[in-house]
């Protein structure tokens, strides 16, 4: 969880980050609409997925499903209380829980991953942040979903780790939904990417050799640079892809940099090649020191919601 936001809540002190609530006294009845609407409406949800709550709006919530434009979204997960009364509820729960020599993230996570917790978790509000920055509420789908959601909340995370959020994205959270007016997200995948893992699958080497470990952090803290974005739009949800499902651009950037090289910029373009499909054509510049330059590319589609490889990394040259 992102120590760094600080969003307005109720008499609470700095040290409650985690256990914020907004207030709810001003939620609407529900209103009738016609049943084909966009389940991202939905303001709550339960442990067998969405509860469609329909609100009367009548710029939200009328699209159906197919409708919806693909996330793929990096960042840190964070929840928070809606109102007070879940925030009385969670105290209640903890002190019948009874965890002991816990800090505060630690007893937060203890809590509500124990299965008998699970309504609270169900009731929280579920935040994406990217950079800091509260980005988008979650809204799980499925029982699986809520299970990934309370481990992104595991206080043991490291700096370079990150939740990946794949899902379709809704309309703009009404700020009575908790406290918000971001986009709503629907969960269609969750999983937890930590940075050593995934480097130590690439090169084993690297957790002994400290010069290969320091190139490999490098070059995935540019990428995650490149990648600060809300991965909304098919070039960034092709860039978040590569970033964390593809190997190959680090072994490549590994390569160069042991010819002196290092990575300059990354450029992601619709490739020429696109007809009826969304090819995204993603460049990697590299360059040493006497001005040499060398470029490379991949090829992702993005056309639908989980992007995937079209080519693997060649050399690039402009036409």
């Known amino acids: 969880m992102d120590s760094n936001v600080r969003p307005a809540h109720l008499g609470r002190t700095s040290d409650d980050t985690e256990m914020r609530y907004m207030d709810q006294s001003n939620v609407r009845e529900p209103s009738k609409q016609p049943q084909k609407r966009c389940s991202a409406c939905s303001a709550k949800s339960n442990s067998k997925g969405i509860d469609v709550s329909r609100r009367d709006s009548e710029n939200r919530g009328t699209c159906g499903l197919k409708s919806l434009p693909y996330v793929y979204a990096l960042g840190r997960i964070e929840a928070r209380f809606s109102n007070r009364s879940m925030e009385m509820e969670y105290h209640q729960a903890a002190k019948m829980s009874k965890p002991v020599d816990l800090d505060r993230r630690q007893a937060f996570y203890a809590v509500l991953s124990q299965p008998k917790n699970r309504y609270l978790a169900r009731k929280l509000s579920w935040i994406l942040t990217i950079q800091g920055v509260p980005t988008y509420i979650l809204l799980p789908t499925g029982p699986e979903d809520l299970d990934g959601l309370i481990e992104a909340i595991r206080p043991q995370w490291g700096p370079l780790d990150r939740q990946v959020v ?137 056309s639908e919601e989980f992007p995937f490889l079209v080519t693997k990394m060649a050399p690039y040259y402009e036409r």
């Open 166 to 302: 794949v899902g379709r994205k809704g309309p703009i959270a009404q700020l009575d939904m908790c406290g918000l007016e971001v986009p709503m997200v629907l969960i269609d995948q969750i999983y937890q990417f930590k940075h050593g893992d995934f480097m130590r699958s690439i090169w084993p080497e690297a957790a002994a050799d400290e010069r290969l470990k320091a190139a490999a952090d490098d070059m995935f803290r540019r990428m995650m640079q490149i990648a600060d974005n809300t991965g909304s739009t098919d070039r960034h949800r092709a860039l978040n892809y590569l970033s964390v499902r593809c190997p190959e651009i680090y072994t490549k950037a590994a390569e160069e940099m042991g010819r002196d090289f290092s990575l300059t910029s990354v450029e992601a373009r619709r490739s020429r090649i696109s007809d009826d499909r969304k090819i995204i054509s993603v460049v990697f510049s590299f360059a040493n020191k006497n001005g040499a330059a060398e470029k490379y590319s991949v090829r992702v589609d993005a």
